[in-house]
């Protein structure tokens, strides 16, 4: 199975080679069975790479010790589902999942517009396939998972005790299909500006296929926190290290480039800034990769140093050149139809939405790469921490959290002041009776009063585009709120799916303003002993320990009250895995509606059979967890074909115009 | 029109530079590795926040305090020694141990040979990196050896 991977791997790359190829002749020559030919390498390369992952994973269930990759990344004691994530766990291994990834994408992008974008698509597979290849290349040359020991060893050495988290196994494939994802959009990008297809219908495709990575990148992100969170123990969930940064960077992008879309399909503007977003937007997802294995910064989770980061220097290098030169080609064709009115419309919110995101893009760009920029010219290296990025972000979010509630708010091209009265009243009382209420709550922090109020805000402009939605609706229909909400939900998925993707970020919103108020204490107790923290109070129950083949554990039982009333028995744990011969800590929480209590069972003595503990009350952060699901099932909501888009799709495949073949300017066919 | 969005694009870049300057400033923190640390004149050391970067922690010269909390250890880069002291409040990361490579901030004191180290955080082992598999191999050879 090991060598029918790699042979697997060298026959993707020639396929993938061959794809671009084919795809690229066919056009030119308007040769259809050619183009027909690209895509079935297209498709070939899809399976290949599947074939070398399953030799893989084949390597790695039998536990092929004998193959380094095998033997560096798992163990025997390993349980069955970790061993699934091994096959990710490693920097060669990671890069054949990412190029298999990549291919599955292709192939979706074939099967499913065999019969659409019929222009666009030939270039489309030669981006794709050609990403295709250049990973296929980097694993056959620079990064072989394949590689066999000169001996066998016994066992292997596993993958990290902490990694091995249900979180853990779903966290990094999430992040890889959103970063690989963004190819997709991408390749549709060159293509309309190959083709000179440069309509509406190319961006119809694109934004479809941005929404799909770009909800991925998001629930890894999110997901990525929450581990963090729950598993190391320091009662956060994000540290602004440069891995993190990496993959915010492409999402803030590509947010920015779902909301300009908006205007250039509706009016025409924006065009060649699109264009550019979206290849930032691409590029970002390359340079972050790159960032995190190159080594040219220094991170907590940073892969190896190695060959790998040279072959992504010249891979970006390649996209940026050629992305800019053949859009330079195009630019008299990405002429605006429409110029901005006013400073009170939509179209001004948008952009000034899309500056902002870029400016945050672009601060936490500047400080990932601080060090590098200052020992340049100054030859100190200097790091900014965490202070830096919130100090930068938390203004700057906030300016987009008005913007969230105020864009819908304004009309296209101009509000008037009548319009402006209209609308902005009802969100504006929210935000005022929310400002009150939580000053009375006694809050005094600004950016908490702000943020909270602006919250409210956004709560009442979303209220009010549903009202007016529903009663829009009884008044023609006779239906009930609920069921016209439901048919507003279903029938405009996009705006109101995207309506909901801001509630989701409003409850992101309030779980951060929490951090403002979270406190930490650090006890000492004796068994039997109490401590007051807040409204809490924890006594020091017992101290429990125990043994078995891979750990030994050392676990305390707390019992915690609130103004007197009992809520829980807390267990935090220590483990001490005596093959890595590592600690974990397991911390215990408490999750109530408003807050959660978060314990760390740091350490007893010895002696005296004290113990010590660190305790985190970290109020509202409840919200960034119901707000990270209602992100995921928003944003799904939202990319979920309607009813329209399927009647589409089944009008394109029975008119099946794959036959107007003979010029590449012969109409996009949707 | 042209003109007014020039002028509100100069504003939020302007707000965008001013935000980015004052945060450098407030939170930057010197990176060095330690052969550059120690080679540092005084003034350049005292008072500033220093990133170390580039060291691992010499096995078994790990001193913990009576709760496992803030421990004494040895850090070298291969030739050199150093004594570090932990002072920070988190709980050290789950991944700190013997060998780990260490990314620390905190203040060199020059005159006692020592770091204190508020932050440190130990390179996810992973997964990704560390688990060198020749180190691992003489790791086990020693561990059978000595029959633990």
């Known amino acids: ?670 | 029109m042209r003109t007014k969005l020039l002028v509100g694009s100069a504003i939020v870049a302007l707000g965008v530079i001013a935000l980015m300057i004052l945060g450098v400033r407030q939170s930057s923190s010197r990176h060095v590795t330690l052969d550059v640390m120690v080679e540092l004149p005084a003034a350049e050391i005292s008072g500033r926040r220093i990133q170390l970067a580039g060291c691992t922690v010499v096995p078994g010269t790990i001193e913990w305090d009576e709760y496992r909390h803030r421990p004494v250890f040895q850090i070298t880069d291969g030739t050199r020694h150093m004594q570090v002291r932990y002072t920070g409040n988190a709980v050290l990361p789950d991944t700190f141990q013997d060998r780990a490579q260490l990314v620390m901030e905190g203040r060199f004191l020059p005159d006692q040979d020592r770091f204190e180290a508020e932050v440190v955080m130990a390179k996810c082992p992973s997964k990704y990196e560390g688990q060198n598999y020749d180190d691992h191999r003489s790791a086990q050879a020693v561990e059978t050896v000595t029959g633990s």
């Open chain 1, 1 to 670: 199975m090991v060598d029918i991977g790699y042979f697997a791997l060298c026959l993707a790359l020639a396929a993938g080679g061959y794809s671009v190829f084919a795809s690229l002749l066919g056009v030119h020559r308007h040769h259809e069975g050619l183009i027909r030919s690209g895509e079935n390498a297209a498709l070939a390369v899809c399976a290949l790479f599947t074939v070398s992952a399953l030799g893989l994973w084949y390597a790695i269930f039998t536990k092929d010790f004998q193959v380094q990759y095998v033997a560096e990344n798992t163990s025997l004691a390993m349980p069955a589902h970790y061993v699934l994530a091994s096959l990710w766990g490693g920097q060669n291994g990671s890069i054949l999942f990412w190029g298999w990834v990549l291919s599955l994408f292709t192939g979706a992008t074939v099967l499913l517009n065999r019969h659409r974008y019929r222009s666009l698509m030939p270039y489309a597979v030669a981006v794709l396939a050609g990403s295709c290849f250049f990973f296929a290349v980097l694993n056959v040359f620079a990064a072989d998972p394949f590689v066999r020991l000169s001996f066998t060893p016994q066992d292997g050495s596993g993958l990290n005790p902490i990694l091995q988290h249900p979180y853990m196994a779903i966290h990094p494939p999430l992040l890889y299909a959103g970063m690989i994802g963004m190819t997709v959009p991408y390749a549709f990008g060159i293509a309309a500006l190959a083709a000179r297809q440069l309509d509406n219908t190319w961006l119809r495709a694109m934004r479809r296929w941005l929404l799909i990575p770009w909800t991925f990148l998001g629930a890894g992100l999110l997901l990525g926190g929450k581990w963090a969170y729950v598993e190391l123990g320091w009662g956060g969930y994000w540290g602004w290290d440069p891995v993190e940064n990496a993959s915010l960077m492409p999402w803030l992008a590509a947010t920015a480039l779902l909301h300009s879309v908006m205007i250039q399909e509706r009016k025409g503007m924006l065009k060649v800034w699109n264009m550019v977003l979206l290849f930032f937007t691409f590029g970002m997802t390359i340079f972050g990769t790159f960032l995190t294995r190159s080594g040219i910064v220094s991170s907590v989770h940073a892969f190896a140093q190695s060959s790998v980061g040279d072959y992504f220097v010249v891979y970006l290098i390649l996209i940026v050149l050629g992305s800019s030169l053949l859009l330079l080609r195009r630019l008299p064709d990405l002429k605006a139809e429409n110029h901005l009115e006013s400073f009170a419309s939509r179209e001004s919110a948008f952009l000034l939405n899309n500056w902002i995101l870029l400016a945050l893009l672009f601060a936490v760009l500047w400080g990932t790469l601080f060090p590098v920029f200052s020992e340049a010219f100054t030859g100190e290296k200097i790091t900014v921490g965490a202070p830096f990025f919130n100090q930068v972000s938390i203004p700057m979010g906030l300016v987009l959290l008005f913007l969230t509630g105020a864009g819908p708010l304004f009309a296209w091209r101009r509000t008037s002041r009548e319009g402006f009265r209209r609308n902005f009243g009802v969100p504006a009382l929210w935000a005022a009776i929310s400002l009150m209420a939580v000053a009375a709550a006694g809050v005094r922090d600004i950016y908490a009063l702000m943020s909270l109020s602006l919250c409210g805000f956004v709560g009442g402009s979303v209220v009010l585009e549903f009202w007016r939605g529903i009663a829009a609706r009884r008044r023609t229909t006779d239906e009930s709120a609920l069921v016209a909400c439901y048919t507003l939900l279903a029938k405009s998925r996009r705006r109101y799916g995207g309506y909901l993707v801001h509630v989701a970020m409003v409850l992101l919103f309030v779980g951060f303003t929490g951090n403002a108020f979270s406190t930490d204490r650090e006890v000492v107790l004796h068994r039997g002993q109490s401590a007051t923290i807040g409204d809490y109070t924890i006594t020091f129950e017992t101290l429990a320990v125990g043994d078995d083949d891979t750990k030994a554990v050392s676990a305390a039982a707390l019992a915690l009250e609130h103004e007197g009333r009992f809520l829980a028995t807390l267990v935090p744990e220590r483990h001490f895995y005596k093959r890595a011969e590592q600690n974990t800590t397991e911390v215990s929480i408490y999750s109530r509606w408003f807050e959660d209590f978060y314990l760390i069972f740091v350490g007893s003595a010895d002696d005296d059979g004290s113990a010590k503990f660190q305790i985190y009350i970290n109020p509202l952060v409840g919200c960034v967890w119901w707000g990270s699901v209602l992100f995921v099932l928003s944003s799904l909501w939202t990319m979920w074909p309607s009813a329209r888009d399927r009647r589409m799709a089944r009008l394109d495949r029975e008119s099946s115009p794959a036959e107007s073949w003979d010029t590449p300017l012969s109409g996009a066919t949707s």
